[in-house]
T-cell receptor, first 113, second 113 residues
Framework: DQQVKQNSPSLSVQEGRISILNCDYT??????FLWYKKYPAEGPTFLIS?????DKNEDGRFTVFLNKSAKHLSLHIVPSQPGDSAVYFC????????????FGTGTRLKVLA | SQTIHQWPATLVQPVGSPLSLECTVEGTSNPNLYWYRQAAGRGLQLLFYSVGIGQISSEVPQNLSASRPQDRQFILSSKKLLLSDSGFYLC????????????FGPGTRLTVL
């Protein structure tokens, strides 16, 4: 039962353009979401989060959008840089008494110079 | 600042052999600790979490176990490894249980032959 889905296993984008990574979820109880970036042979590093009381959160080049009715969130990276090449995971949790995040399977982003 | 360490970084073990992976956190007290596994092509799967010394919660029934002998030490063990135990094992910590950013260690690549 894949409650958090990242349907695009990979994405290639030219340097300087926008990268859009998508994430869909099925559990309507999820109300807090995170994005992580992971380089090979390293642990994931936290990028940005969003609570369901918002529909957008911005941090520098990274913006996360949340569409609760569609159960969809996306991460926008503008402008994309070669150092952004990594695997990106979205994760979701329900704040009503749960303790764990459900992670998606990841999208591998390649930014071409 | 807080840091999280895992060792070893890589491990190759025969089927049926025991396993012990260690995780330690520095710079914080009473962290919540987590063990995740990333199998090939899969997302991050939560295996165990701990809210305090000696307190372990298991998420997935398997031949793995976890222990927390000290506040900032988390150990993942197995008495007899299976081929299916191969994967990338990640330890993480957070301040709060539930809705809080989790910070990951560098991971251990385990190959069971």
């Amino acid at each position: 039962d894949q409650q958090v889905k990242q349907n695009s296993p990979s994405l290639s984008v030219q340097e300087g353009r926008i990268s859009i990574l998508n994430c869909d979820y099925t559990n309507s109880m999820f109300d807090y979401f995170l994005w992580y970036k992971k380089y090979p042979a390293e642990g994931p590093t936290f990028l940005i989060s969003i609570s369901s009381i918002k529909d957008k959160n911005e941090d520098g080049r990274f913006t996360v959008f949340l569409n609760k009715s569609a159960k969809h969130l996306s991460l926008h990276i503008v402008p994309s840089q070669p150092g952004d090449s990594a695997v990106y995971f979205c994760a979701a949790s329900a704040t009503s008494g749960t303790y764990k995040y459900i992670f998606g399977t990841g999208t591998r982003l390649k930014v071409l110079a | 600042s807080q840091t999280i360490h895992q060792w070893p970084a890589t491990l190759v073990q025969p089927v049926g052999s025991p396993l012990s992976l260690e995780c330690t956190v520095e710079g914080t007290s009473n962290p919540n600790l987590y063990w995740y596994r990333q199998a090939a092509g899969r997302g991050l799967q939560l295996l165990f979490y701990s809210v305090g010394i000696g307190q372990i919660s298991s998420e997935v029934p398997q031949n793995l176990s976890a222990s927390r002998p000290q506040d900032r030490q988390f150990i993942l063990s197995s008495k007899k490894l299976l081929l299916s135990d191969s994967g990338f094992y990640l330890c993480a910590w957070s301040v709060l249980l539930g809705v809080d950013t989790q910070y990951f260690g560098p991971g251990t690549r385990l190959t069971v032959l």
